[in-house]
């Protein structure tokens, strides 16, 4: 079986947050502002110049690193949802539920921003599995306490 290699892709901005995609009017309908458009598309270019092929269709480790252009706050987990939301329209991954686990790093650089995304296929899910079901015992053993 072939082993496949780990992929790294970079973006040259930051995803727009979930949180603030979507605006509603009065009669129900719901649509994307430009400025989210125009994200979606560029990711979506420049994803689809660094991977061609078939995505993951089996459990992955992503890693995420933003860099900051400045000190603003800026939520992970709604930029998270974007990129997930990106990389499966890309058909890096076949359903973003396929992410097993994350780590995302917020870099403060100043004038540079950016994404840096590391995806790896989810190794050994039956060591983090009993490792935390030891955990889980010591801490029902507290709690018993």
């Known amino acids: 079986m072939r082993r496949r290699e780990d992929i790294v892709l970079f973006l040259s901005t930051l995803p727009?947050?979930?949180?603030?995609?979507?605006?509603?009017?009065?009669?129900?309908?719901?649509f994307k502002p430009a400025r989210v458009l125009h994200w979606e598309s560029?990711?979506?270019?420049?994803?689809?110049?660094?991977?061609?092929g078939d995505g993951f269709k089996k459990p992955v480790s992503v890693e995420?690193?933003?860099?900051?252009?400045?000190r603003r706050k800026r939520d992970i987990d709604n930029m998270l949802k974007t990129l997930w939301d990106i990389l499966e329209k890309a058909n890096v991954i076949a359903n973003d539920n396929l992410i097993f686990?994350?780590?995302?790093?917020?870099?403060?650089?100043?004038?540079?921003?950016?994404?840096?995304?590391?995806?790896?296929?989810?190794?050994?899910p039956k060591r983090v599995i009993e490792e935390y079901r030891l955990h889980l015992e010591e801490f029902k053993k507290e709690l018993s306490a």
């Open 16 to 30: 727009v947050p979930k949180s603030n995609r979507y605006i509603r009017r009065k009669n129900g309908q719901v």
């Open 42 to 52: 560029r990711a979506l270019w420049e994803i689809r110049n660094q991977f061609n």
């Open 64 to 70: 995420v690193y933003f860099f900051l252009p400045d």
């Open 101 to 124: 686990a994350t780590k995302t790093v917020k870099v403060p650089k100043s004038g540079t921003s950016g994404t840096v995304i590391v995806i790896k296929p989810f190794r050994n």
